[in-house]
């Protein structure tokens, strides 16, 4: 394999997109040589040529089989994410799947013993491991700056909730928004997660409601190591996209603020004005989109242990199942029974 | 009455002690009357005389009969605040009750009555309300500047813990720390729990587990007004007192922050570091302490209602009573549940 | 003498009534035992007497010959006050005097020789070297935790000008207001000043320009020890009292930033708003005006130096004189020549 | 002329290779079809063919005459800017010059008369103008939020000092470092250098006091505005690059803090430590590197004027000239005499 990593993307729609434009604009050790869409149509060409993209076309397996390409990118709609990786794994090809890893976890599990049977890489795309500050956050515990780790929080409120339609396809508050926060969670804790216990309110948007679906949770959390951890999430954040993690412990405590535009205080006859966070993920998480194929094509040209596995997506996957089953039900969950549940 | 309101002090402990001096240091619209404790000693006594008060005693009695006391600060081991505020009543002495309001919610609900059928005010100790930082929060959202209550948060860590004797007596990490915060929650979110759920460890201290306690824990909560709540404890923050409350809803987020000793900041090759939080409760309290004084005699004075009340401090404790049903039965109880079993 | 110190206070306008009260209410090892005032009324006789103040006078000889009197505050109009620190020495009472020590060098030293000649203790006003942050700043260089000194900055701003009429007979910016940041850079820098340099403009109020004064004005020091600094002083800050130090050196910095009402923020569609600093000087400084009084009589009982001469008194006056001299004549002073100039 | 602008970069040292690498990566509107170096060898020339550059020579009238370039970004040494600048706009071709405009005062104003005559675009490399934080402040004053400007400081202090070599050649601390300073304060000023008045001390490195040079220095500054102003710079600050900026008004005040490396704080039982600044220009000024090539080429395309002219890097190095004077004469020294005696 060359030291240039060449990647087909399939699926180009909004993050599709970002990958291509910023693997193009800033990753030097990754070239895109294929992106597919079924909806591929000219504009999207046009773009495509423009990033000088060779081949583009409306079948996923035309990059899955195309001799030219070393790693898929999965950045199609959830319910195909296994069947696009088992697909390329099955070509000998490395993966990097958006997350979550489908939507149903028996065949996430599939996909994940067809990247182990065929030897390729399989990354997630949780990219918050790969932000500044949460990295800083997860270096001074690893470091053990903080020593052992007794509670985890994560603040993580959204600038603007999505369309009611949009919710009840996404798989609800759980699976499509704090299941990010499973994740970082789990990162921050350097644990698995045991138990769930979830309380949630319909407070932003009532359609949200009829959909079934909640707008603004809170989880508690118990971990393998002894720690407790806690979530909030909120679809509507006015001020902007509001993303913090502290990891409290023994030894001190590691608190990641967010991040602004600028560090400018107005001090004026009413009050000390500083700057909102930054908008939303494309702008908080722009670097982390990076970093995150730059490692991905590292761990593929140095053979190396991905740093967010299939197996962490399925965790992830299964923590957001039983966050719903505890609201749904009231009581707390524990990751043992949901899995039993499912089968895993 | 007299405009300055003469006030006797059952019990010459810490707190006795602390509301003693800082009457007299700053207090000018109270006067310490008198004071008394079961273990009154020469000590303690030339203590007292030297901050002026004129009666000084063993026996509770002595100042509730006083005819030259109009109010009473009931400061004695817990299990004997409802006797003495009942007996208070009784004399139609106003009554200034510490926290909690009685080991028995039976006892705080008949002192309660008996302060109503006397005509006089009851005041709780819950001094966190009128904290410059908390009170900010609180009146951010009474102006409508953080819109309709979605999230309220509140941290509240001690710099150590007290001993596993201690730990034993005092009702536990939820009635005797995470009081305050089911307190401040109510206040923050303008609204009465509904639900808890209780999480906890033992990370800091093994003794505190044997004694059938927790030193670690997070409680989530629902309210009245559909809000939810999170509170996070531990009994050992090595940095100090970490208090800090947000209120999170439609139109902003009022945050408070830990208050520290200055402001300076020492940039070195190393980091740019800044002062700890101030230690503890003394430090940190140290207004609120006087604060709730002066708004003790000023309800009496101008006859208005008292700002913590004994319901408010009845309502807290039956919350910190389902927190521990909640850890126990490891699922999350309802203030209604937990209100029948108490018989309430 | 008494552990007690007894204090008479000489003058009962706005600075002289801080004091009464501060020590009335705050501090146990001094007492008020009379008070003068060349305008004493009943008004102002009922305050004193409602603080405990047994001797209240037009007479200040009458506090300064007083028998039951160690020590005498000098409050009073700034042309007095060398005359007033003279007599009370003569008397062998111990003497805080407020800033400046004279509208006259020559007076002032008279005064501090006859302190000296008398054996009596002299303290000058700089309350800001008893200010929490101020000397935490001072303890870090002091410590060596910012290695050699290099750069001083001071800045140092009021909420709202003076009238005209009372800067026309204040000495100007440099003498009433920049004395206390000279003091302060001496006491920052560990050394004294050698030259200034002085630019200034009218920018806040025409009538200060009227009267021959600027009401903004920057400030260049050179020190004995080599470091150089820098004051920023205006009449008018609208966001209210801007008092941040800075010092600067082979080790690191150390900065203190404003004080503020609360810690709270509100986070809104607009913006992050936090609180703006304490208003003035009463708030900001309330502590240190405490403080100081407390450090004065506790180097009378110990017998130990004060804390700020009557020298440093002197030498903050000849700089705030030497800055007025660089504004008029365009071009850097000497504190040399300038003490030349005045005959020291 | 094409959308794309096309550029020869002359001079392959530090500053000329950030640019190729920077436009290479990050800037879409242009591209760079040639690179001269007169050192130019086999290293420098695969690193510019990887990065496919066509034009690789040493020669720079290769490009100056190159028909597929359409501006000039001269990278070269100081002594030879305005040479370049002069034989590239008599080719029609744009320039972007690095600072400071030249060594001589009078060829740089040449270069400017030369770029004038022949109707091409003339920038300088000021990239602080294009810093996130500093046109955050310059804004808030430009849309009247901080009213008129009274006061403007600026702190800019290096992590390391340079070589006593470089530093003898570099002009000394005024024209290589503060010249950034006099171009921002005048940028926040809006308004133009009335006079100068330095002071300088030799606290770092002696080495650079035998090169007749300071390390540490303080300039007050008068505008024509009527505000006046300051820098301090150092050539050590040992936690790393600290650049900061403040405006402040009529209204009140706009502040810029240093920029950090994460939002990230470790509280500790010692303190609470957060990230140093920076490391240094690099860092800092990463996105104002790119953007001011960004900003050029829009000039170029749109035919707009450029955001930091000829004349400014005139009037820059003007009054870093007037500042060395002033050192050295020990007196202020105004920027209309200094133009007079450099014959301006």
Known sequence: MSKVVRIGIIG??????????????????????????VLMNEQMEAWAKGLGIRVVTKEAMDLIKHPDIDAIMVCSSTATHADYTIAAAKEGKHIFCEKPIDLSVKKGLEAIKAAKAHKVKLQLGFNRRF????????????????????IVKITSRDPAPPTAAYAAVSGGIFLDMMIHDFDMARYQAGSEIVSVHATGAVLVDPEIGKAGDVDTAI???????????????????????????????????????????????????EHVAAD?????FLE???????????????????D??????????LEDMVAA???G????????????????????
């Open 325 to 344: 089953k505890s609201l749904k039900e009231g009581k707390p969950v524990t990751i043992a029974e949901m899995k039993k549940e499912l089968g895993l």
């Open 131 to 150: 932000d500044h500050n949460f990295r800083q956050v997860r270096e001074l515990t690893k470091t053990g700056k903080v020593g052992d780790v007794h």
């Open 276 to 280: 909102k966070p930054l908008y939303f």
């Open 321 to 323: 199942l039983a966050a």
């Open 284 to 302: 908080r998480y722009k670097d982390a989109f990076v970093d995150e194929v730059v490692s991905f094509a590292q761990a593929i040209v140095e």
């Open 219 to 269: 989880v508690t959390l118990t971990f393998a190591n002894g720690a407790i951890g806690v979530i909030d999430n909120s679809r509507k954040a006015v001020y902007g996209y509001d993303q913090r993690v502290e990891v409290f412990g023994s030894k001190g405590c590691a608190k990641a603020e967010n991040d602004t535009p600028s560090t400018v205080t107005l001090s004026t006859v």
């Open 304 to 313: 190396t242990d991905v740093l967010v596995s299939g197996e962490d997506g």
């Open 12 to 37: 180009a729609g909004r993050i599709g997109k970002l990958h291509a434009e910023n693997i193009t604009k800033f990753v030097k050790s990754v070239e895109v040589v294929g992106i597919s869409d």
